[in-house]
């Protein structure tokens, strides 16, 4: 199994919205990661897990809370999200040994818009 | 923080044609990373070049890392209408878990 999924695929919500996007891989991959993605631009790291603990959070809003519950799944909660939010967010996952981290697969990501 | 230059940043092509892009970086990365993205959907690994110097191919693809490990580039030979789409490479630091994407190049084939 080489593939990782995100649910759902697409998410529309107010402002006023708690949502979250999940994702999943059985890759046996200990690292996973969450992108925000705008139009015809390359994917913005937003957070690094790895061995289900963050590692990485790139100065993201708190409105933005991420999860790991298990090395197979990732979640991002949402709350109090703004118009400027909407785009693609894309997860991620990859192999780690220790400080060394290897390609990362893409899941198909979910579009998330906000009225 | 780091950067790479991608380009070009579109190309327009007939149907058969062969492509060529490439990237360069100002810093020196352990791993390249080339990926196709179609509209809506994410980006999927289509080569990964671990070694300076490494050619890679995968089908009509054909990819190269570079010696001085700062710049790779990406070949597609004889070119069909499903190669459409944006095209990114990245970048993996020899340590830790950042990717350094270009910008990605936008390709359009004429049937």
């Known amino acids: 199994d080489t593939e990782v999924t995100q649910t759902p695929k697409h998410l529309v919500m107010g402002m006023t919205n708690k949502k979250s996007l999940k994702c999943e891989q059985h890759m046996g991959h200990r690292a996973m990661y969450w992108y925000k993605q705008k139009a015809k631009k390359p994917p913005e790291l937003m957070f690094v897990?790895?061995?289900?603990?963050?590692?990485i959070n790139e100065s993201v809003p708190s409105r933005f809370s991420p999860e790991c519950p298990n090395s197979s799944l990732l979640n991002l909660h949402l709350h109090a999200l703004q118009p400027e939010d909407s785009a693609l967010y894309l997860c991620?996952?990859?192999?780690?040994?220790?400080?060394?981290?290897?390609?990362?697969?893409f899941g198909p990501g979910t579009r998330l818009t906000v009225l | 923080g780091q950067q790479l230059n991608q380009s070009p940043q579109s190309m327009f092509i007939q149907e058969g044609e062969d492509v060529s892009m490439n990237c360069t970086s100002s810093s020196i990365f352990n791993t390249w990373l080339w990926y196709k993205q179609d509209p809506g959907e994410g980006p999927v690994l289509l080569i990964a070049l671990y070694k300076a110097g490494e050619l890679t191919s995968n089908g009509r693809l054909t990819a190269q890392f570079g010696i001085t490990r700062k710049d790779s580039f990406l070949n597609i030979s004889a070119s069909i209408p499903s190669d459409v789409g944006i095209y990114f490479c990245?970048?993996?630091?020899?340590?830790?878990?950042?990717?350094?994407f270009g910008e990605g190049t936008q390709l359009t084939v004429n049937p």
């Open positions: 990245a970048g993996l630091e020899t340590s830790g878990s950042r990717l350094t």
């Open positions: 991620a996952s990859s192999q780690v040994n220790l400080v060394s981290y290897n390609e990362q697969f």
């Open positions: 897990y790895s061995y289900e603990k963050l590692s």
